[in-house]
């Protein structure tokens, strides 16, 4: 099975500050990897798919990117609203699987 | 819009049956593939199975294989989800997702997720 390793796990920052997560497949899924964002209580939600995609009605701060196994979401500016936790899937194998999530937390 | 909403969770006792259900609007379900994904209380998101479009392919995660089967109704817009020999460890949010294809890729709506508490 794929194992999606997501870092860090726990990530403080401030509102404007440039956010990197990163997201690390135990072997090659080509570019097949999601993200979402996920606020307490609430359902998760699309942001990028086909690793550098935007969904329709995110904002255009966010971005991801890929080299390799390795898979990047950029947040150029964090805003209030993005203070949340962040997970990448991917779906290049028929058993789907999630990274462990980071929590962008306010420093 | 489209809408997924979920029913069915509660409190059951391990080892245990209880089926969840997930009532599907404002799209053709019958031309998507359909998910469960569960999230236990302060952790992660788990994918739990997923089942094509029409119902011919489905496949599970390691930590339910064998236990649980998924199904649809695509004649009443309806997932479910059949839980048996249920576990501590199956405690969680249990949420529907929609793919963006007929079978498993990534997910574009998500149900409010129903609660599943395995408890003695």
């Known amino acids: 099975d794929i194992q999606m390793t997501q870092s860090p796990s726990t990530l403080s920052a401030s509102v404007g500050d440039r956010v990197t997560i990163t997201c690390r497949a135990s072997?090659?899924?080509?570019?097949?990897l999601a993200w979402y964002q996920q606020k307490p209580g609430k359902a998760p939600k699309l942001l990028i798919y086909?690793?550098?995609s935007l969904e329709s009605g995110v904002p255009s701060r966010f971005s991801g990117s890929a080299s390799g196994t390795e898979f990047t979401l950029t947040i150029s500016s964090l805003q209030p609203d993005d203070f949340a936790t962040y997970y990448c899937?991917?779906?290049?194998?028929?058993?789907?699987?999630f990274g462990q999530g980071t929590k962008v937390e306010i420093k | 819009q489209v809408q997924l909403v979920e029913s069915g969770g509660g409190v059951v006792q391990p080892g245990r049956s209880l089926r969840l259900s997930c009532a599907a609007s404002?799209?053709?379900?019958?031309?998507?593939?359909m998910h469960w994904v569960r999230q236990a209380p302060g952790k992660g998101l788990e994918w739990v199975a997923v089942?094509?479009?029409?119902?011919?392919?489905?496949y599970f995660g390691d930590s339910v294989k064998g236990r649980f089967t998924i199904s649809r109704d695509n004649s009443k817009n309806t997932l479910f989800l059949q839980m048996n020999s249920l576990r501590a460890e199956d405690t969680a949010v249990y949420y529907c997702?929609?793919?963006?294809?007929?079978?498993?890729?990534?997910?574009?709506?998500w149900g409010l997720g129903t609660l599943v508490t395995v408890s003695s």
């Open positions: 997702a929609k793919d963006v294809h007929e079978s498993g890729t990534y997910f574009d709506y």
């Open positions: 404002g799209f053709t379900f019958s031309s998507y593939g």
């Open positions: 089942i094509s479009f029409d119902g011919s392919t489905k």
């Open positions: 072997q090659s899924i080509s570019n097949w």
């Open positions: 086909d690793g550098s």
């Open positions: 899937q991917q779906y290049n194998s028929n058993l789907l699987a």
